[in-house]
């Protein structure tokens, strides 16, 4: 139980396009996911994190207007890098709890690298 | 600032010895907190949780609280090659909306 898939999980792009990564959990109900980056040899970096049919809530530094989350569902998040920038280029990584259980379960990271 | 440090490593065990990993974190309402491991180029597992003082066992590994001291350890016995990975700890916040990570120590179980 408490899979959490992520799609894609890696993906080239060039500069100015926009790149959508998606977010499932697949067994269970995640009232709460986070989006997290992390940069090589770096622990994991919280960029915000999103509650069902809510706006998300972004953590300081990070760009809203860059960064889209959108989380539609109870199974579905989306973040979106619009306007991707070489400096973009990390290890973007989901994770998702349900609203009983403060554990935080992750998917499997997308890689992005923008040319 | 909630603050969870972790002594970066690497920390180096012979296989079949015990590898013991420290976490301290600043936020005395801290109510959760977790062990994940992550190998490189992969995302974080989870191995433990805990959230009572004292010892959680499961398996080889065992979680170890002490709130009063601000500090959680987890020890791994009988260490494999198969456990040389960055183990991170988190430390849920008081609401439980978010965790703050360490910086994870990276552990080498050499054969």
């Known amino acids: 139980g408490a899979v959490v898939s992520q799609h894609p999980s890696r993906v080239i792009c060039k500069s100015g396009t926009s790149v959508k990564i998606e977010c499932r959990s697949l067994?269970?109900?995640?009232?709460?996911m986070f989006w997290y980056r992390q940069f090589p040899k770096q622990s994991l970096m919280l960029m915000a994190t999103?509650?069902?049919?809510?706006?998300?809530?972004?953590e300081q530094g990070v760009e809203k207007d860059k960064f889209l989350i959108n989380h539609a569902s109870l199974t579905l998040s989306t973040l979106t890098v619009t306007s991707a920038h070489p400096e973009d280029s990390s290890f973007y990584i989901c994770?998702?709890?349900?609203?009983?259980?403060?554990?935080?379960?992750f998917g499997p990271g997308t890689r992005l690298t923008v040319l | 600032q909630k603050e969870v440090e972790q002594n970066s490593g690497p920390l180096s065990v012979p296989e079949g010895a015990i590898a013991s990993l420290n976490c301290t974190y600043s936020?005395?309402?801290?109510?959760?907190f977790f062990w994940y491991r992550q190998y490189s180029g992969k995302s974080p597992e989870l191995i433990m949780s805990?959230?009572?003082?004292g010892d959680k066992e499961d398996g080889r590994f065992t979680a170890q609280l002490n709130k009063a001291s601000q500090y959680v350890s987890l020890l791994i016995r009988d260490s494999q090659p198969s456990d040389s990975a960055t183990y991170l700890c988190?430390?849920?916040?008081?609401?439980?909306?978010?965790?703050?990570f360490g910086s994870g120590t990276k552990l080498n179980v050499k054969p």
């Open positions: 805990i959230y009572s003082n």
């Open positions: 936020d005395r309402g801290s109510q959760s």
């Open positions: 067994d269970f109900q995640a009232t709460t």
């Open positions: 999103s509650n069902e049919g809510s706006k998300a809530t972004y």
């Open positions: 994770s998702a709890r349900v609203s009983s259980d403060s554990t935080q379960y």
């Open positions: 988190a430390v849920g916040s008081y609401n439980f909306n978010k965790f703050y």
